[in-house]
């Protein structure tokens, strides 16, 4: 158990001879939320059930496509998402052969869960923490800092790339408001105030989704212990493991850096942030499942 916690993982390119024309037959688990939220944790977790094929963004190695289709869907552009399913039924069916099920954490499929599970025969894990404490850990891997993107929202509907940022997916993945009204909001807040912005964006969306449809659940991750992971997989019919593996992994969290708090909060970023972010959390603390 140790040995296989701490070995890190090659990284390889997982679609070589990937069938287009496959169709899924597999069944599908989809872990997401905004990232620094527990997808990395239970990507790891499940992939410790003997009946989980289970996978992290990470391991997938795209970022570029995933934050595109991101990207695509949060301005409305009307991209055909095949490319997008089509790795996800490969190595699904790939899983299949296993006999094990289809496990992906992805923050950046957020946005895509109606289109996941129209798709796929998938139950949908939503995870959240403190937003604090992710907004926080986003600001400390530099989001949204010295970002004023060059966007004329009363002539156009799409921003354009901007090559301020380092890379692609740092361009994709940190979307803002459509409309000229809300971008010019937005462009006024301190960078607290949009990462504010996207967690509580992302979260009004997944609320939306939640509410009508029982293959979602909701976890709570910063209270999730041995009895929500035993609850978790009974929901999600797969193998669990011992509590003595269970807190391994719970105390060794993969993707968990050093936590750096901010200094104190001026006055402006503390209000932005609970203006955005207090009426949503409250909403997920009512509504989370375990």
């Not at 926080?136 to 949204?144: A, I, L, M, P, R």
């Not at 609850?231 to 011992?242: G, M, R």
């Not at 003595?244 to 708090?261: A, E, S």
Request: charged residues 20%.
């Amino acid at each position: 158990m140790i040995e296989k916690l701490f070995k890190p993982k090659p990284r390889k390119y997982l679609f070589n001879e990937m069938d287009t024309d496959a169709i899924s037959l597999n069944s599908y688990i989809f872990c997401v939320g905004m990232g620094r939220s527990g997808t990395h944790f239970m990507a790891e977790l499940l992939g410790f059930s003997n009946d989980v094929a289970s996978y992290h963004l990470d391991e997938i190695g795209n970022p570029v496509g995933d934050s595109y289709y991101q990207y695509a869907k949060w301005y409305g552009i009307n991209v055909d998402p095949t490319p997008m399913f089509t790795p996800r039924i490969h190595l699904g069916n790939q899983a299949m052969v296993q006999k094990k099920v289809y496990c992906e954490a992805n923050p950046y499929l957020s946005l895509h869960v109606p289109e996941l599970l129209n798709k796929f025969k998938s139950q949908v894990i939503v995870l959240f923490r403190d937003p604090k404490k992710v907004v926080e850990s986003h600001y400390n891997k530099g989001w949204y800092h010295h970002y004023n993107p060059q966007f004329d929202s009363s002539k156009y509907e799409v921003p354009g790339f901007e090559y301020s940022l380092e890379k692609a997916h740092y361009f994709f993945g940190r979307f803002f408001p459509k409309d000229p009204q809300g971008f010019e909001v937005w462009s006024k807040y301190t960078t607290v105030g949009k990462i504010a912005w996207m967690w509580s964006t992302i979260y009004t969306e997944l609320l939306k989704v939640l509410k009508n449809n029982d293959n979602c659940k909701l976890v709570e991750i910063q209270k999730f212990n041995y009895t929500s992971y035993s609850q978790l997989t009974s929901y999600l019919a797969v193998d669990k493991i011992s509590e003595k593996g269970f807190l391994k992994i719970l105390n060794n969290k993969p993707g968990k850096g050093t936590y750096t708090k901010r200094p104190e909060w001026n006055k402006k970023e503390q209000e932005e942030f609970n203006i955005l972010t207090n009426q949503v959390y409250t909403d997920l603390l009512n509504q989370s499942w375990i």
